[in-house]
């Protein structure tokens, strides 16, 4: 795959795609996670399925533009949802894009897409995910926090090496427990994604503040076919998060898998894609 670029404002944006023709589905990844972490394989099994298909890196992450710490003591954030909101829909017009599948993995982005923008989306998939317009408070209680206990006990990394093992680490333990782990790949992910841009944890916080800065409308103001997808032993969020998710979206369909972790294991990318909305309009 070629990189390209996508700009928005101050913000130029890596993506790539996958095919040449079919329904329009672009990939929207949560928290500081690069495109990277979307499979290659997975992304080709789309394409069987008659998609076209876009992943990107949010700003701040892998070979879009980076930003600095704000100044000590400043309040207001460098960017918000609503510019990471922006970079998703500069992809759609780089492409010739009018709208477009969104398929979010633990996203809020993808979630605001379908409210601010209905008119760029034509079908929404969530995935590990929870209720974006629940705000900070009622989003803590999603969560399991007994991983991040586990993420404290990782050594600290001074090397390249010690990083992508971390990175390993950190997947390993929001991994399906009912699949097999795909070390070779996660690791290979690990290795181009330190290669492209190691992972800075002021990334995190940066993209927290951005959320934390816009107050999303309620998400019964989806219009869009919906699929939520949870996974009944995620060990990040609580089964209740998907759950609400889908009871607060109108005629969302939502699916739980048994066994399946805060990831996408391979043994349900055909189920999760026959499942996922499809639209009879033409690109």
């Known amino acids: ?73 400043g309040r207001r954030p460098l960017y918000t949802m609503n510019d990471m909101i922006g970079d998703g829909l500069a992809v759609m017009d780089a492409l010739g894009w009018a709208d477009a599948h969104v398929l979010g993995g633990a996203s809020a ?85 330190h290669q492209r841009s190691p992972r800075d944890p002021r990334t995190t916080r940066r993209h927290m503040a951005a959320g934390r800065a816009v107050k999303l409308p309620p998400l019964s103001g989806v219009t869009v076919p919906t699929l939520v997808v949870s996974g009944a032993d995620d060990p990040m969020l609580k089964p209740s998060a998907g759950r609400d998710l889908a009871a607060r979206i109108p005629g969302a369909q939502f699916v739980e898998y048994p066994g399946v972790g805060h990831d996408l294991p391979e043994g349900i990318w055909d189920d999760v894609i026959a499942r996922m909305p499809r639209s009879a309009r033409i690109a």
């Open 1 to 73: 795959m070629t990189i390209e670029y996508a700009t928005n404002g101050d913000a130029r944006i890596a993506y790539e795609t996958f095919g040449s023709t079919g329904e329009p589905l672009l990939l929207v990844l949560g928290i500081d996670y690069q495109m990277v972490w979307w499979n290659d394989a997975f992304c080709e099994r789309l394409v069987e399925a008659g998609f076209h298909v876009a992943r990107y890196d949010n700003r701040d992450t892998g070979l879009s533009t980076h930003y600095p710490e704000p100044a000590k003591g």
């Open 109 to 193: 982005i993808a979630q605001g897409m379908a409210l601010l923008h209905p008119d760029r989306v034509r079908g929404l998939t969530l995935c590990m995910s929870s209720p974006a317009d629940a705000g900070v408070l009622r989003t803590l209680r999603y969560l399991k926090f007994g991983i991040f206990k586990e993420f404290r006990k990782l050594p600290k990394a001074t090397t390249a090496e010690q990083k992508i093992d971390n990175e390993v680490a950190i997947y390993r333990a929001q991994a399906s427990p009912g699949y097999p782990f795909p070390e070779e790949w996660v690791r290979e992910a690990a290795t181009l994604g």
